[in-house]
T-cell receptor
């Protein structure tokens, strides 16, 4: 069974600085998707960035980028030029690409990292 | 385009009662998934529906059930509520089944007293 581990329950960053959130996962599959989701106090899960395992290139979305190390099963999120609005819970998630029984596969989440941004 | 709508936003029930939560996906989305979020267990997958058929189910007791209607709206039901069922229940929708991006609603916060 696949597992996702986020070892940092809480992180703090100064506004305008850079912070990296860690995520490791365990799987025997060779192809899969990895995600970072943000959950602000509004509770809605918002997709930050997505990485397909077969792609070597690290995904980037504006100030957000990932460091995907497939062999090490590591998937860290870097937030550059941190803003007050980045304060939230961040969840790393895994999803298989295999289509079992007509299912797209469910997300397997880590426990989350609470990010605080200091002005 | 409206996002994923979950109703109600908050719900208080007592042990032994049953509850029904509703999820309206984004227009055009045919796949709906449900997740339970608790401080202790984190986010756990409940069900996935596509074209009114349950495609996948998480490891939850039979008290948890769901369904999807022809307009893609989905409901989940929890019978014989227990204190441990207190959680945020999140619904997510996607266009189809081909590893599409999921869009989440803001959830229903269920408190069982």
């Amino acid at each position: 069974a696949q597992t996702v581990t986020q070892s940092q329950p809480e992180m703090s960053v100064q506004e305008a600085e850079t912070v990296t959130l860690s995520c490791t996962y365990d799987t025997s599959e060779s192809d899969y998707y990895l995600f970072w989701y943000k959950q602000p106090p509004s509770r809605q899960m918002i997709l930050v960035i997505r990485q397909e395992a077969y792609k070597q290139q690290n995904a980037t979305e504006n100030r957000f980028s990932v460091n995907f190390q497939k062999a090490a099963k590591s998937f860290s999120l870097k937030i550059s030029d941190s803003q007050l609005g980045d304060a939230a819970m961040y969840f790393c998630a895994y999803r298989t690409t295999m289509n079992y029984g007509g299912s797209q596969g469910n997300l397997i989440f880590g426990k989350g990292t609470k990010l605080s941004v200091k002005p | 385009k409206a996002g994923v709508t979950q109703t109600p936003r908050y719900l208080i029930k007592t042990r032994g009662q049953q509850v029904t939560l509703s999820c309206s996906p984004i227009s055009g989305h045919r796949s709906v998934s449900w997740y339970q979020q608790t401080p202790g267990q984190g986010l756990q997958f409940l069900f996935e529906y596509f074209s009114e058929t349950q495609r996948n189910k998480g490891n939850f007791p039979g008290r948890f059930s769901g369904r999807q209607f022809s307009n893609s709206r989905s409901e989940m039901n929890v019978s014989t509520l227990e204190l441990g069922d207190s959680a945020l229940y999140l619904c997510a929708s996607s266009v189809g089944l081909s590893n599409e991006k999921l869009f989440f609603g803001s959830g229903t916060q269920l408190s069982v007293l």
